[in-house]
């Protein structure tokens, strides 16, 4: 177990560096001067030349970016155009409340996904599993920003039962695990929930169509078991793809999440990309993408990991 973490770790080291790598280079391939935001218009040709030179911009791209990579192993991933402030602060807390969101969702998305799942591989051409498998479908086929917006109609302008934006009363600053703070997270969870919950059910209905038409059912069948029985060791030899499955949607929340927290004013990574794409902050940019895909690579690592100590057989082959 432990060779076999070794050489996971191993072989996530290069990965991490081509992922640095490419997202510097498509941070920079981008056009436009990353300091028209902040340069007045009249700006003298001296003031221009100064700016370059505190945000490093004035050095060749190779430069830059061994400059940026050493100060990114220190922690530091720069300072921020548009804002003046450390980069690492800013995303640290981005990603802190992108964390909340993500994991309640995907909570959400496995919950509902297995349960739908489950119900309709045990119960295969049946009017249940036609009604789970189109509950399903339609989830991943909703563009979620609509479907956030219609929620917000229903439950904040109609009904007025939760809030339609923000954080909480005091924002993320001020966060609490009461109601007045987590009320704001349900309509965004739900809305980011649908498109893990369709992908996980469609998953585990595979997985348990294919699981009970082998012979080792038949055979546990034939030796007297109980439907629980059969049941638990269905749900062991599904756990270990559903995981894989349910890691894999965490990382994409992560990181994709943009139009939902948008539209629900949230103040995680997506929303944050999406101020600095606009403002073209470059440092902000960089800093926040390196950082969710390191996120999404030691989830990658982590959820191998899981596997492996659900399933010995993966270690062994």
Known sequence: MLLYLLRRLIYALPIMFGVALVCFSLVHVAPGDPLVSVLPPDASVELQNQLRTLYGFDRS??????????????????TSIATSRPVTAEVFKAVVNTLRLAVLATLIGFVLGSLFGFVAGYFQNSWVDKAASFTAVLGVSVPHYWLGMVLVIIFSSQLMWLPASGAGPGGSDQWMWNWEHIKHMVLPALTM?????????????????EILAQEFVVGLRAKGLTDLGIFLHVVKNAAPTALAVM???????????????????????GFLLNAAIFQRDLPLLQGTILVLALFFVLLNLLVDVVQTLLDPRIARS
């Open 61 to 78: 791209l190779p430069e830059q970016f061994v400059s940026w990579i050493w100060r990114a192993l220190q922690g530091d991933l720069g």
């Open 193 to 209: 929930s649908v498109i893990p919950m369709g992908i996980i059910a469609r998953t585990v209905r595979a997985l348990v169509a």
């Open 247 to 269: 890691g894999l949607q965490l990382g994409y929340l992560l990181g994709g999440s943009i139009l939902i927290e948008t539209v629900f004013a949230w103040p995680g990574t």
